[in-house]
């Protein structure tokens, strides 16, 4: 046996480096993976937008009390519609009747058959 110290040069140390090289390696391959798969989050426009600067057409889109108002009008609208008698298309004689009726109707044109 030498009585010579023994160094720590290259062939001893290139496992240690091969491990901090994979490592090094897997931590990049994660952080990548993890910005494909987590991309940032889209910023809204509207919500660092000014609602004055904007049509009133566009402008109720902007808050959930006016989208809340302007689906509470839909719905009362279709409501007027479904109970009531109107047009939908005079030239081709479609008209719209009170969902009632059309029950009605419906139920005595099947009892004829």
Excluded: C
């Excluded at 991309?39 to 057409?57: C, G, H, M, Q, S």
């Excluded at 030239?91 to 009632?100: C, D, F, H, N």
């Amino acid at each position: 046996m030498s009585n010579e110290p023994q160094s720590y040069a290259f062939p001893q140390r290139a496992p240690v480096f091969t491990a901090i090289v994979v490592l090094a390696g897997l931590a990049l391959f994660g952080w990548l993976i993890h910005r494909v798969y987590h991309p940032a989050r889209p910023v809204n426009p509207l919500a660092l937008a000014n609602p004055a600067d904007f049509p009133e057409d566009v402008r109720w889109k902007m808050t959930p009390a006016g989208r809340a108002q302007r689906l509470a009008d839909l719905r009362a609208h279709e409501a007027a519609e479904a109970a009531s008698y109107g047009w939908v298309d005079q030239k081709a004689g479609l008209v719209r009747l009170p969902i009632q009726r059309a029950m009605e109707l419906t139920i005595q044109e099947n009892a004829k058959k």
